[in-house]
């Protein structure tokens, strides 16, 4: 779904767009699909030197299907939302908008993930020209807060395999030291217990007693280095005279790839206890989210593009020479004022000359060139030029064909031969003769008749 918004920002020249996006992957746990409703919005006309902002504002759309935690996870967990938008036209390339959003509380498997409620970038803009912007995929991804988590003995997440042979000691002496007063042991040679854990480091925290035995430890299915530690023995290895001294980290390992891993804890002495308390979970600070965690999103509808126009700094835009205006993409002509200098009186049009500066949106390259305007300028060009019309003395004839009795032109009427001329004035002339003596007779006889009465 993508539906156009009109709003104050359309009036500003942002166009602002609804975009529906459904996820996968990653974050949306157990193959589910997890749907966003967002907003997209995006200049449709800047000048040089302006940045091309362009931002989503974030949100579930309105089902119950959210993103999850993936495992359990101290506070500070993040949530990262990278989006694309592609540019076309004058530039080619891809805008990442980014913005993440810290997950205060303590995190289990499902908990949901909130987001952050926008994401944004910017590109700075140094020549005019169009471009279409085109909103593409957005990615989530989850990072894992740098710490330690401790998980107790009895956690449902540690198996004892051949239970039977483990015993469970609860509201230990808090002299002792144990972790959550607790502990899980055997003295059955081979019994083990296995916890699997995400991280990149996994410490073993047990009792160091006179007592116990060595412990070997397995991680992924192959042998740890150190392999073993032996919990009656000090750091120095000296014999512990202690009999229960709980709460300390006797084994550690650190290094692993982030991601899930599987520790063995395993009794290596008959008759000797091996004893679990806790263990400690580490994660180093990631330099990059894990893939595992992403999740992909995609347009539900299909792509649409929106056209950003680019003019010059502190330019006006009008189609017409001789004002200025703003808000269209036709040329702008700033004139200065004209000052003709006729030299003869024509009937006709003129064509001025005039020197501007011209520069093509596809290269950005500016070129300084003299022409005639002949024609409408073309609408993917901004025009800055200065026009001083002069009216030249005319060479030719400015209309090409007068009609007869028009006006006097420089060429010969049409559509009359000479010889036609020439035979109509001597019948006006040879008229007009007889005309005369008619008339002179008729006044003589009038005379006579008057002296006869």
Not at 135 to 158: C, H, Q, S, T, Y
Not at 363 to 377: A, F, I, M, Q, R
Not at 418 to 425: H, I
């Amino acid at each position: 779904m993508l539906v156009a918004l009109p709003s104050e920002a359309a009036d500003a020249g942002i166009a602002e767009l609804v975009v529906d996006y459904a996820c996968t992957g990653g974050v949306a746990l157990n193959g589910s699909t997890v749907n966003l409703r967002t907003k997209v919005s995006i200049p449709t006309t800047i000048k040089v030197g302006e940045p091309l902002n362009i931002g989503w504002k974030l949100g579930y759309k309105q089902d119950p299907t959210r993103f999850g935690s993936p495992d359990f996870f101290a506070p500070g967990s993040k949530v990262l939302v990278t989006g694309n938008a592609q540019l076309s036209g004058s530039w080619v390339g891809v805008l990442q908008p980014k913005g993440s959003l810290d997950q205060t509380n303590q995190l289990q498997p499902g908990s949901i993930l909130r987001l952050p409620e926008g994401i944004s970038d910017s590109a700075h803009i140094d020549r005019v020209g169009t471009l279409k912007v085109s909103p593409r995929k957005l990615f989530v991804d989850f990072i894992p807060p740098a710490g330690e988590v401790m998980v107790n003995n009895d956690d449902p997440r540690v198996s004892y395999h051949a239970a039977a042979d483990w015993a469970y000691l609860g509201s230990e002496p808090l002299s002792i030291g144990d972790y959550g007063r607790d502990l899980h042991r055997t003295n059955k040679v081979n019994s083990w217990a296995s916890f699997t854990f995400t991280g990149t480091g996994i410490e073993y925290v047990a009792r160091r007693s006179n007592e116990a035995g060595k412990v070997g430890f397995r991680i992924d299915g192959q042998d740890a280095t150190p392999s073993f530690v032996d919990a009656s023995k000090n750091p120095d290895g000296t014999p512990t005279n202690a009999a229960h001294e709980g709460g300390l980290t006797l084994w550690r390992f650190n290094g692993l790839k982030y991601g899930e891993h599987t520790i063995e804890v395993k009794n290596l002495e008959d008759g000797k206890w091996a004893q679990l308390d806790a263990f400690r979970v580490i994660t180093r600070e990631l330099q990059n989210p894990p893939n595992e965690y992403r999740a992909t999103c995609s347009l539900v509808s299909d792509p649409v593009s929106v056209d950003v126009t680019i003019s010059e700094a502190g330019g006006s835009q009008s189609p017409n020479p001789t004002g200025t205006g703003t808000g269209s993409p036709s040329p702008t002509v700033t004139p200065t004022t004209p000052t003709p200098t006729p030299t003869n009186t024509h009937t006709g049009t003129s064509t001025p000359t005039h020197t501007g500066t011209t520069t093509p949106p596809a290269n950005g390259v500016n070129s300084t060139s003299t022409n005639t305007t002949t024609s409408t300028p073309r609408p993917t060009l901004t025009v800055t030029a200065t026009v001083t019309p002069t009216r030249p003395t005319p060479t030719a004839p400015q209309v090409i064909i007068t009609p007869s009795g028009g006006a006097q032109t420089g060429e010969a009427p049409q559509g009359s031969s000479g010889l036609g001329l020439l035979g109509a004035g001597t019948v006006m002339v040879t008229g007009s003769a007889l005309g005369g003596v008619a008339l002179m007779r008729r006044r003589a006889a009038h005379a006579r008749g008057q002296r006869d009465s």
